[in-house]
């Protein structure tokens, strides 16, 4: 965020700067739910792993923060993977929106 701060322009604008803001928040709070051996982790890995998607987009749609893209893609395929989806799960959970179910760990 400091970069984008710095660069300033689309950078900055509201809407990808929030979701920054987001996808570090659900990436902290992801790994307290794992920490702490939360029974909910898979689902917030899901949710984890959909705001991180969301800010790689973002990011290589604003340009210039290749690293980001590449950061944000790899928590995602991480978060999918504790959820316990595939990537072809993942991408059918987004098309049936947020009420989709995750398989949480017996």
Known sequence: ??????????HV???HFRLMMNCA???RTTADFMLSSS???????????????????SCEQVGN?????QACRRCA???RQMAGMSAQ?????????????VRAPM
Request: glycine share 8%; charged share 15%.
């Open 39 to 57: 029974s909910m982790h898979a689902r917030i890995c899901a949710a984890c792993a959909e705001v991180c998607e969301a800010c790689a987009q």
């Open 89 to 101: 799960g993942f991408a059918g959970s987004q098309q049936q929106g947020s009420n989709a179910a």
């Open 77 to 79: 395929t991480s978060c």
């Open 25 to 27: 928040e659900i990436c």
């Open 13 to 15: 604008e509201p809407q």
């Open 65 to 69: 923060m290749q690293e980001c893209v």
């Open 1 to 10: 965020m400091n970069r984008c701060l710095e660069l300033g322009g689309k």
